[in-house]
């Protein structure tokens, strides 16, 4: 099989992305795409997408992780394939699109920084002295000084592969929060690529969330990754819950080509 593919990346969090909306590329194996995602051997990426048709909305985000197996929602990728759908001829004021989470809107604006709408955060759990919580993907946040020491693959995977996490998996992301209350600073292990990545969206959301500066209403943190920069902005309620979260930042074209499956 040819698959004609596009290199996409988001702060540094890079995507092999497909036009799927024939269906060529349905049957593409768990094997193939691992294959496809290695960085040695393969084009090398964080994971891999494939826009697809779906009534009633503009495009369906299909996400595989670097491993092959289906992922939960990718924060940078559904950026990604929003600038992607954009590069289509797909045009929109306010895309509105079908992730493997549920819907997501994302915007575009003219300095070409890709804004996604996130789902809403109901509940931030503490576990000993760190938190959990849910943004399409289960992140586990742990907060830290001097972020940029931190042996992010060893204590990451440690975690990761600890008993309580081993089976389902989460992403773990170590935050610096720095004197100035709206910036912060996020390295991420990221399950699926089982290593430290550039940048993850859903993380970077996460941490934000965890990381407000206002009790109640309107916050926006800076957030500061190997990548580059984000920002997340959205409401917190004073029954403490999240709402109207937005993840901003640039996606970017890197190139394309064609590549021979076996």
């Known amino acids: 099989m040819q698959l004609h593919f596009f ?53 369906e ?17 559904g950026r990604c394939i929003t600038k992607f759908a954009y590069h289509l001829g797909i045009h929109r004021e306010t895309y509105h699109f079908l992730a493997s989470d549920g819907p997501h809107d994302a915007e575009i604006d003219f300095d070409g920084i890709v804004s996604l709408k996130m789902k809403d955060v109901d509940t931030i759990k503490r576990f000993h002295n760190d938190l959990i919580l849910n943004t399409g993907s289960p992140h586990y946040i742990k907060l830290v000084n001097n972020v940029m020491d931190i042996d992010v693959y060893k204590k990451g995977h440690d975690i990761r592969f600890s008993r309580e996490f081993a089976d389902e998996g989460i992403n773990v992301n170590f935050v610096e929060q720095t004197e100035n209350s709206n910036k912060i600073i996020v390295r991420t292990y990221e399950r699926g690529v089982e290593d430290e990545t550039y940048s993850c969206g859903t993380g970077v959301t996460a941490a934000a969330l965890v990381s407000y500066h206002n009790e109640n209403g309107f916050n926006d943190i800076e957030v500061k990754t190997l990548g580059g920069t984000l920002s997340v902005e959205f409401d917190r309620t004073d029954d403490e819950k999240y709402i109207n979260i937005w993840l901003c930042g640039p996606a970017e074209k890197v190139y394309e080509g064609n590549v021979e499956v076996k």
């Open 61 to 77: 985000m299909k996400y595989y992780n670097a491993d092959g197996k289906e992922g939960s929602m990718c924060g940078n990728g």
């Open 7 to 59: 290199k996409y990346q988001g702060t540094g969090n890079d995507f092999i992305i497909a036009d799927n909306r024939m269906n060529e590329y349905t049957g593409l194996t768990t094997q193939q795409i691992h294959h496809l995602c290695d960085r040695r051997f393969g084009i090398g990426a964080d994971g891999l997408m494939l826009l697809n048709e779906k009534e009633g909305y503009d495009f």
